[in-house]
């Protein structure tokens, strides 16, 4: 074969990976038959995201409903949509605005997701957490989770920080785990244990800086479980969330907390009590997704004083 046919067969070979890549992007959106990103979609979604900065963070904090605020913290913010990132998904419910946020707070580079995927939203369940594999790929090592929840435990109170000392995967433990599917040993192995998957010593340490800033009386540290939503739990179903051991209950993070866990990343976790779950049957209280904003714009301020102080010493 002479040096030009054979450069032609390479050169018509990589199109061709190229047009498969691209059909591929393509199904992963529209076609539900098409399950997970490959190891490769993966990297060149990471490589695309990280052509728009210098900066290679290794902490990233996925900020959740209404806690985009968090970002008001971020020095020199270089923002990515979620739009511009071939293959991406986008966020579809209020309080998520839909973009990567790459900057430094005190110095320290940081990589914010201000927008998070549910499974309410229509995602299959690997598509919810798959952001989390691509912050992996960019060389986050460090994983901070953010929700906002609704308290089951009759001590807490609205507005209440509770940081997470484990969670229940109710998806995961009805057949819904994030991992369910063909599995590439290249992100982690097919087994996982997910006990003990938050770290304790960061856990404490978020305490004490919230406690030394003087909001000790406000910090809980508690289990959260996922429901699928986007119903609120009725009182009935959320005495069994509470029977189950659960303190707080919420829509999102346990999906990604198990990819993290399988990605080896170091994971922390935390709710802010945005509304207090009725578990009284037969009342007429109805709580809306506007009460969450509302409780997660007034803590703001209190959750921002606490990261900068928490990046700064991670
Ligand atoms: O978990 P995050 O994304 O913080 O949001 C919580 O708030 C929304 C309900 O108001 C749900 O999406 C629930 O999961």
Same mark, same amino acid.
């Given at each position: 074969?002479?040096?030009?046919?054979?450069?032609?067969?390479?050169?018509?070979?990589?199109?061709?990976?190229?047009?498969?890549?691209?059909?591929?992007?393509?199904?992963?959106?529209?076609?539900?038959?098409?399950?997970?990103?490959?190891?490769?979609?993966?990297?060149?979604?990471?490589?695309?995201?990280?052509?728009?900065?210098?900066?290679?963070?290794?902490?990233?904090?996925?900020?959740?409903?209404?806690?985009?605020?968090?970002?008001?913290?971020?020095?020199?913010?270089?923002?990515?949509? /979620?739009?511009? $990132?071939? +293959?991406?998904?986008? &966020?579809?419910?209020?309080?998520?605005?839909?973009?990567?946020? !790459? @900057?430094?707070?005190?110095?320290?580079?940081?990589?914010?997701?201000?927008?998070?995927?549910?499974?309410?939203?229509?995602?299959?369940?690997?598509?919810?957490?798959?952001?989390?594999?691509?912050?992996?790929?960019?060389?986050?090592?460090?994983?901070?989770?953010?929700?906002?929840?609704?308290?089951?435990?009759?001590?807490?109170?609205?507005?209440?920080?509770?940081?997470?000392?484990?969670?229940?995967?109710?998806?995961?433990?009805?057949?819904?785990?994030?991992?369910?599917?063909?599995?590439?040993?290249?992100?982690?192995?097919?087994?996982?244990?997910?006990?003990?998957?938050?770290?304790?010593?960061?856990?404490?340490?978020?305490?004490?800086?919230?406690?030394?800033?003087?909001?000790?009386?406000?910090?809980?540290?508690?289990? /959260?479980?996922? $429901?699928? +939503?986007?119903?609120? &739990?009725?009182?009935?179903?959320?005495?069994?969330?509470?029977? !189950? @051991?659960?303190?707080?209950?919420?829509?999102?993070?346990?999906?990604?907390?198990?990819?993290?866990?399988?990605?080896?990343?170091?994971?922390?976790?935390?709710?802010?009590?945005?509304?207090?779950?009725?578990?009284?049957?037969?009342?007429?209280?109805?709580?809306?997704?506007?009460?969450?904003?509302?409780?997660?714009?007034?803590?703001?301020?209190?959750?921002?004083?606490?990261?900068?102080?928490?990046?700064?010493?991670?």
């Amino acid at each position: 074969m002479t040096r030009s046919s054979l450069d032609w067969k390479f050169r018509s070979s990589e199109n061709l990976r190229f047009e498969e890549r691209k059909q591929r992007m393509a199904a992963i959106n529209t076609d539900l038959s098409v399950i997970g990103y490959t190891y490769e979609d993966i990297q060149n979604m990471a490589q695309s995201i990280l052509k728009n900065t210098e900066l290679r963070p290794k902490i990233g904090i996925i900020c959740g409903t209404g806690l985009g605020g968090i970002a008001d913290i971020v020095e020199n913010p270089i923002t990515v949509s /979620y739009d511009t $990132i071939k +293959g991406f998904p986008v &966020s579809t419910v209020k309080g998520h605005s839909g973009k990567f946020v !790459f @900057g430094t707070i005190k110095g320290k580079e940081v990589l914010l997701m201000m927008g998070r995927f549910h499974y309410y939203e229509g995602y299959p369940m690997w598509k919810v957490a798959m952001p989390v594999r691509v912050m992996k790929a960019m060389g986050i090592e460090v994983l901070l989770l953010t929700n906002a929840a609704g308290g089951l435990n009759q001590d807490y109170k609205t507005g209440d920080i509770m940081i997470l000392k484990d969670h229940i995967d109710l998806p995961g433990l009805t057949g819904e785990c994030v991992l369910i599917g063909k599995n590439d040993e290249r992100f982690g192995p097919r087994f996982v244990a997910t006990n003990g998957a938050y770290d304790v010593e960061l856990g404490k340490k978020f305490l004490q800086i919230a406690t030394e800033l003087g909001h000790g009386s406000i910090m809980r540290e508690g289990i /959260y479980i996922m $429901i699928g +939503g986007p119903t609120f &739990s009725s009182a009935a179903e959320a005495r069994v969330l509470r029977m !189950f @051991g659960a303190d707080a209950v919420g829509m999102s993070t346990v999906p990604e907390s198990v990819v993290g866990r399988h990605s080896s990343m170091k994971i922390f976790g935390v709710s802010l009590i945005t509304d207090m779950v009725d578990l009284d049957v037969g009342s007429q209280f109805q709580v809306t997704h506007e009460d969450v904003l509302r409780t997660a714009n007034e803590r703001a301020l209190i959750l921002q004083d606490i990261f900068v102080k928490f990046v700064q010493q991670i």
